[in-house]
């Protein structure tokens, strides 16, 4: 009689595995990764990430294409208030201004088209590469933040993703839905590994096994049969004549 054969693939389950914990560092280090933008967000009086001497800003508009190109993320150098009153025509900055009129300022990066002033009562007149006139508006030493030199540190199309991730909505399908998914993932593999455990302290029969014990007692029900029949009395008894 042929018996069937279950085989299985243990290289592929041990892909997968290997593949999820892949993806699972992956995810760690990228949370670990905006947990340092936030805390560096926070920590300083710009309300931007500051890391060392640099400070991380996204380009949220196409003022400054073709040089800086909107969605670009760059990394401007702080500047100390003896830096700041050394700038010069040309340079780019990034400064604190009220863009909207709603008294909250906002940060803007713009080439200096002019400098008046010397020291600390410095002021400097701006404009955006792709505007075809200037800021109308006038800043001061205390507005800028940090220069920004063509060569810098400028990664395009990262800052949009980076701005969609500070938004509620990204950081919820970034962010929050994926831990939540770990976490239910996480739960998973210990009741499934708590079930394994416990699966190994009970016997499990083979099929062979089970075969034998069958066999043995079919065995042990015929030759109680055979003795059965063998114990039965004889009939001594003698004929009686007529």
């Known amino acids: 009689m042929d018996t069937a054969v279950k085989t299985k693939n243990p290289s592929a389950k041990k892909v997968v595995k290997i593949v999820l914990n892949v993806l699972l560092w992956i ?85 200096i088209i002019s400098v008046a002033g010397e020291g600390e009562n410095v002021t400097f007149r701006t404009k955006g590469d792709n505007n075809a006139s200037a800021d109308g ?14 060569g810098d540190t400028q990664w395009h199309g990262f800052g949009s993703f980076l701005g969609f991730l500070q938004s509620r909505t990204g950081f ?43 066999r043995q007692a079919v065995e042990e029900y015929r030759r109680s049969l055979e003795e059965g029949s063998s114990a039965e009395p004889k009939d001594d008894t003698p004929d009686s004549q007529a």
């Open 172 to 214: 919820l399908c970034i962010v929050v839905i994926p831990l939540i998914l770990l976490f239910v993932y996480e739960i998973v593999r210990f009741v499934l590994m708590i079930v394994k455990l416990k699966g190994k302290d009970k016997k499990s029969i083979s099929d062979e096994e089970k075969e034998e014990i069958r």
């Open 137 to 150: 508006y006038t800043l001061h030493v205390k507005d800028v933040i940090c220069s920004w030199k063509e």
């Open 27 to 111: 995810f760690l280090l990228f949370a670990l990764v905006m947990m340092i933008f936030a805390f560096a967000s926070i920590s300083n009086d710009y309300g931007v990430p500051i890391l060392g001497k640099k400070v991380v800003l996204c380009v949220a508009s196409e003022s400054m294409e073709p040089t800086i190109k909107k969605g670009d993320m760059i990394t401007g150098k702080i500047l100390s208030t003896e830096e700041k009153a050394e700038l010069k025509e040309g340079d780019i900055i990034s400064f604190f201004v009220d863009l909207d009129g709603d008294g909250a300022k906002e940060i803007n990066t713009h080439r």
